[in-house]
C-alpha cells in the first residue's frame, strides 16, 4: 500500500490486512495500517505520494 512489496499472507498472519470497499489492503507494519485505516481516502487519493 505505501510503495513497499509485502506478501498478502505474511501480512494476514501478522494482522497487517485489511478490508476496505471489498478490497483488500496489506501493509508492511502497523504504522502503515493505523494510518491507512485513520484516512483510507488519503491513500486511495492517485495524487497521495506517501511519505514513508
Ligand atoms: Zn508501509
Redesign the pocket.
Known sequence: ??G?RVDPETARARGLALIHDGREYV???KG?LLEFRDDPAAFLDPRHLPS?
Do not use: A, R, V
Open positions: 500500500m505505501c513497499m501493509f508492511c507494519g502503515c514513508m
